[in-house]
């Protein structure tokens, strides 16, 4: 199982920017795959979650209304899209595998997630 995560870069305040989380080494969709950030001095938190058929999103309140994951199967690649970035979505951004089909509603849990990508880094800066 791997996942590959890519699209960081640098942006500015106010720009956009799409990831993409490349999987291989199981059925892309008979999994969910969330969205992982960790700012510099901070804990990992959960940004957003996609079920396996793509039916079902949910997003945390910090990104809610200006990302957008989406996936595509039969290209085995899960995206995040990130407009109207601000200075405190500056983080390594990773997407993992949970170990189930569907998101929890209730947020993002680390444990839930077995496999993880290295990470992609997305710097917002003027």
């Known amino acids: 199982v791997q996942l590959q995560a890519s699209g960081g870069g640098l942006v500015q305040p106010g720009g956009s920017l799409r990831l993409s989380c490349e999987v291989s080494g199981f059925t892309s969709g008979d999994y969910a795959i969330g969205w992982f950030r960790q700012a510099p001095g901070k804990e990992r938190e959960g940004v957003s979650c996609?079920?396996?058929?793509?039916?079902?999103?949910y997003y945390a309140d910090s990104v809610k209304g200006r990302f957008t994951i989406s996936r595509d199967n039969a290209k085995n690649t899960v995206y995040l899209q990130m407009n109207s970035l601000t200075p405190e979505d500056t983080a390594v951004y990773y997407c993992?595998?949970?170990?189930?089909?569907?998101?929890?509603?209730?947020?993002?849990?680390?444990?839930?997630?077995?496999?993880w990508g290295q990470g992609t880094l997305v710097t917002v800066s003027s």
């Open positions: 993992a595998k949970k170990s189930g089909y569907y998101c929890s509603l209730s947020g993002l849990r680390q444990a839930q997630y077995d496999y």
């Open positions: 996609i079920r396996g058929s793509g039916s079902s999103t």
